[in-house]
């Protein structure tokens, strides 16, 4: 764990450190023109991101604010690259149905204008030579020399007329700066943000998690393509997109009456016409002006038509039906609603040449004709169905693989065999496992061969639900799949740390590129290198996965994946670390063509490094011209397989193959071993249940039987709270009367012991009333005794129902103690057997997660609770100078009106002393309202308040009764406003304590929930013991029905 946690700090801090080298704090103000709620801010970035030589440019910002005190951000990411961040945010929060309204309860929903877009500081461009027509989709050389020189010229005019901007609108520094604006709303480099794209912006959130990724929270990304593949695969699914849509169109049109191309024989016919006239001439736009607002060209090439039209069918049917009126006017002569925006001057509100810059950066560029055709989308007709949507319809795929040097069959025991692939862990669990000793021992038959499960998506939840199934191995494809490095990073570790240890993780590199493989084996993989033909091929790959001179390596050293002392620790510690780690992370080629099976033993022969092959059948199969049928038994193929084999036993090397196919890859013993291993996990479970049986029968019966300590100990402390009152009053009470008795009985030996004091009332002949008197002390002197008496009786009552109570309470303490130990010991039991995925018991699981929701819940609501209770304190504190600010603003009135009776110099003095310390309190004030916006965003700002001070000198040398007078009107409205500043004060402190209140019931209500959630969570594991001891657990139900495993 210290490991872990102190790799990916400095992997984190070394990453983050270039783009936040300086605050630049967002400055928000008043939006124009003013909208409710919102504010805006234009930040200052990084112009270029490679060099940071110290140039900045402005980026748009707008927020809404949330109801929250202490909000979320949700970021707002437009399509485009040309659209605008801000204005799609005021679309959305226009419309009072959209459900931006109820993200408000959690979050600030933020707008960004990208760099070069809407109100950020645009791109320019020369208009005229933009509105010169160049063809885009061109036929031959000649076209595409025109095409090439015609950009070139455009681009270099728009370079010269913006700046340095042109060069640095990709998409990488359009990220960047909606991280810079992360970490510069909160000065935390650690600030989560949420995200949300649209098609575009889709691409800038995943480039932004590509360097971010510790600081992402929600994260919803639509687009109709995955922008982690290459340009080519993203123009593929765009355009397999665009033509299932417009089928889609074709088919509606030919069902529906109300489309305009109804009466048409064949729509599609209609359409391919269509676009024949379009590529004949550019048709005629008459409704089309070339000057002012909204001007349009004056006709409509066909590719302009086909970019209109792929923005008309992306609303889908609402929007369809102007569409086919547009297109039946087009095949009429009027194109009109297809035209391309004509520009009039050097800026462009629509974001086109926005888009124009972006795309340069981004997207490989075609230098000559056949760099274009190479380039050019491939046909539908091969087209994968799968690029379609590869975003929003993942499915599950997981295939049991085994890798083994035979048909499966009994292996001998051991003790490494026993312990799986935990006995080949590096002694860092960031360190690649001993791979190549466990596939060596494997094929030596000292343990059994190694099952692996195959992670075909981009997924972490794959990993890390299947991590505990003690599986010895996954296949993490990142050939084919959108996976990117971070993601391919996560789910390696996922598989290490969440198998503790028990899964050695392959990743299928997606080429023989140096840095990929740099990227799986700094994650902590062995690899899977696929299409190797030659023996050079081979050496490369050998050569990269290599430290130091062996095979010639050309590995880099991973300076924050080896960290001193930590994880840089060495199997062997006779050798460098580097030598252990050539012997560690495994190498396994596929041999995909009959070139590659051809030239295996030459491969074998010079690379001995290669520690296993796996025969890709379906790749080499095709590459022989024969169907995709891997058990096909067509002569050459049979021929080819028996030359692979051949070639294996030669040089006694362990091969690998799919579970679900013949001997000698797979077949039914290697099914039932893949069942078996989930099964096995799924009964030790059930292992772990009964072995702990007694234990937890034990504390059960403990909890049980101290269940009544903890409301005994609550009424037993209120019992002892209520003694300590009644000891105290009757402390205070004996302390009252022990002084009363003190006095009457010095009253009473007065009248009891003075002669002269008798001898004057006998000869007064008032010797009755002097007895009388005495008789009165005497009996008052005896009264407060008696009280005293009694008081103290209460006192000695009193103070031993203490000490009893105190007792009681001890052993309650006790009791209680004893109760919340076994309550730990009993969760730690259950936490131990069933936190994570179980899948016999659907219910725990179910429970489980609504116990996690419902912590986070209490936590967020109780951080919101403290909040309220700072910023209450801070508007109190306020309130206090706001009280002092009126009371010196009292006293500047009374020296006002002292200098209007012939105060003097004296008086002025004094008017302004008061004044000025009025006007510090205010600000004081003030200030510690700002601190209580933080902690409390409802708080509204103080209104303004102006304290006139007059002019000293003026009024000292050209003082008199008509200068006083007006002086004195001006300090009774500064103070009438300071008056209304306190009472708007007083009306948030109300408010404040209100939301507090509120704040505070939902604190009680969720640790209601949050106790009801606990409960509920322990009663669902103390049946899941019952159901297990009693043999009633049965067939497994089928709580993960995505899981398929073959």
Known sequence: MLSSTLGSIVLLLGAALPVFAQNRPLWWEECDPPRENTQCAMHSDILDYNRNYGMFTNVAVMRIRSKLKKPKAAVFLPSGPKRSGINLLKQYFDDPSHHVHELLEQYDLVGMDPRGSGQSPPIKCNATLWNRRAPSMVKDEVEFVDMYYHWKEVGEACKKMTGRLFDNMDTRSISLDMDSIRYNMWFKIEQEIHLIGHSYGSHIGITNLERALPYAGRIVLDGIVDHTHDPMAVMQAESASFEMTLRHFFKWCQEDASCALHDQNDVEDFFKQLTNKFEAAPIPAPKCQQIGEGACRSDVSLEEMMTALQQDLGPGQPGWGSLATNLLAASKGDASAFSMPWFTNDTDPSGTWATLATGCLDWQHANDYLELQAAQPLNSQVIL????????????????????????????????????????????????????????????????????????????????????MNYDAVWIDWEHSSCNVETMTSMVHEAIFMSQGATIPFVRVPCHDHAAIGYALDAGASIVVPQVDTVEQAKHVVSATMFGSKQRGTRSAPPFRLIPGITDQAFDATRDIHQNLNDQAAIMIQIESLEGINNLDAILTEVPDIDIVWLGALDARVSMNLSGNMAGQEPQWLEAKEKFFSIIDKHDKP????????????????????????????????????????????????????????????????????????????????????????????????????????????????????????????????????EEHKETEVKKNIESALAQARQASAELEAVVQRHKTAQQELDSLYNDIFSGPTPQFPEEDEREQACTSAQMNYQEARMRAESQIQAIKMLEQAKQRMSNALKAMQDALSASRFDMFGGGTMADVMERNALSQAEVQLSQARMDTMNAQRMDTAIKDLPPVKISHGNLVGDVLFDNIFSDMDFHDKIKRSNAEVERCSNVLKLEIQRAKERHQSAEAAVKEWERHLKDARAALQTAREMAFERTLNGESGELPPAYSVQKVV
């Open 655 to 786: 091969y690998g193959g799919f579970a679900f196919v013949e001997p000698p890859f797979g077949g039914p013993e290697a099914i039932k071993e893949a069942a078996k291993r989930i099964l096995t996990t799924m009964a030790s479970i059930e292992d772990k249940i009964r072995s702990a049986a007694t234990r937890n029968h034990e504390l059960l019966g403990v909890l049980s039987v101290t269940d009544h300590a903890i409301p005994d100990l609550e009424n037993q402390t209120k019992y002892i709270a209520s003694l300590e009152s009644q000891a105290k009053n009757n402390a205070a009470k004996l302390a009252t009367l022990k002084s009363k008795h003190a006095v009457e009985l010095r009253e009473h030996e007065n009248y009891r012991d003075s002669v002269v004091r008798r001898f004057v009332y006998k000869i007064g002949g008032k010797k009755d009333e002097f007895e009388a008197r005495a008789a009165k002390e005497e009996r008052e002197y005896f009264d407060v005794l008696q």
């Open 385 to 468: 169905a799968a690029h379609l949507n590869p975003i929003t319809t993942p499915q599950l795929i997981t295939d049991s693989v085994t890798i083994q040097n035979s048909p499966m069959a009994a292996t001998a025991t051991s003790t490494t065999s026993s312990q799986g692939m935990q006995a080949y862990a590096a002694p860092s669990l960031f360190q690649p496992h001993r791979a190549r000793d466990a596939i060596r021992d494997a094929h030596q038959k000292k343990i059994r061969p190694l099952l692996c499960y195959y992670a075909g998506l981009s997924s972490l939840p794959i990993t890390r639900f299947l991590g505990p």
